[in-house]
């Protein structure tokens, strides 16, 4: 195993006027490590993850991408970026799948995945696009292509997202309840694929309330409670013979 985690957050605090949202969370990513995120609702799951890769500035805290720590200043409140090059870098390795797919809806599906590989990463077009087709028939969504995504259903949209964060070639993905939004029937064809990334071996964060997923897929899971983490472990430990007791009565609830 590598030596150096490809993402290190160390004691992550975020306030929000004069409430501490995030009270000091730490946690390292190797590669091919799956994290699953765990936790009720306002526990801070999400806003830990926009941390990350600062769509939100954290109040206090510090961040070690592949050994290099992201150089951040105080400002008014919160910590903000002082390297904008080393900043933008940091956001082309991480990527980001929300719950609400976030999908350009006047791009056609395709137009969508090779949006960042042509304009942001200046690749050349015909590796981008041959790179695209190959993403989509792994997410199985090949014959949609030319579709606008209001033209699809809630799972092939999220689908074509992480196609599209996967067209960036992102070293780490952070996913924020990808599954939340889908109707039930839907949801099973987002993990399939999120399935095969974890065999893979790509380095993720997961944010779920899908257990048996997050059971069977991840290398580790943290609880966070009130901002904290407040029990991780292995699967195995944490929803076999979980120590805390909100823990325990939060995984007896969801499952
Ligand atoms: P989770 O994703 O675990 O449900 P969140 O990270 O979304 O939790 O929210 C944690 C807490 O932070 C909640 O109490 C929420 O209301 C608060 N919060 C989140 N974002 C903001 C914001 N932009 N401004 C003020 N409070 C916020
Ligand atoms: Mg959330």
Same mark, same amino acid.
């Given at each position: 195993m590598a030596t150096t985690p490809a993402l290190e957050l160390i004691n992550i605090h975020k306030t929000f006027g004069d409430v501490e949202v995030l009270k000091g969370i730490s946690l390292k990513a190797y590669d091919g490590d799956v994290i699953s995120i765990?936790?009720?609702? @306002? !526990? @801070?799951?999400?806003?830990?993850?926009r941390c990350i890769n600062l769509l939100e500035n954290p109040t206090q805290g510090q961040m070690i991408f592949n050994g290099s720590e992201l150089d951040l200043v105080r400002g008014d409140v919160d910590l903000v970026p002082n390297n904008m090059k080393q900043l933008t870098q940091m956001r082309q390795k991480i990527g980001f799948v929300f719950q609400s797919f976030n999908l350009w809806p006047h791009m056609t599906i395709l137009q969508n995945i090779v949006e960042g590989p042509l304009h942001v990463l200046k690749r050349p077009k015909? =590796?981008?696009?041959?790179? &695209?087709?190959?993403?989509? =028939?792994?997410?199985? /969504? &090949? =014959?949609?292509?030319?579709?606008?995504?209001?033209?699809? !259903? @809630?799972? $092939? $949209?999220?689908?074509?997202? /992480?196609?599209?964060?996967?067209?960036?070639?992102?070293q780490v993905i952070l996913?924020?309840?990808?599954?939340?939004?889908?109707?039930? =029937?839907? #949801? %099973?064809? #987002?993990?399939? #694929?999120?399935?095969?990334?974890?065999?893979? %071996?790509?380095t993720m964060l997961i944010v779920t309330h899908e257990m048996n997923f997050a059971r069977e897929v991840s290398s580790d899971v943290v609880f966070l409670h009130q901002g904290k983490v407040e029990e991780k472990g292995t699967p195995e430990e944490v929803f076999g013979s979980p120590k805390s007791e909100r823990c325990k009565a939060f995984i007896s609830s969801v499952f």
């Open positions: 765990l936790g009720s609702s @306002g !526990s @801070g799951k999400s806003t830990f993850l015909h =590796e981008v696009m041959a790179y &695209a087709e190959h993403l989509l =028939e792994k997410v199985g /969504i &090949a =014959e949609k292509k030319h579709m606008y995504p209001n033209q699809l !259903s @809630g799972g $092939q $949209q999220q689908r074509v997202a /992480i196609a599209r964060t996967l067209a960036m070639d992102p996913f924020d309840e990808p599954t939340s939004a889908l109707d039930p =029937e839907l #949801v %099973g064809e #987002v993990l399939g #694929v999120m399935r095969n990334l974890a065999d893979e %071996g790509r």
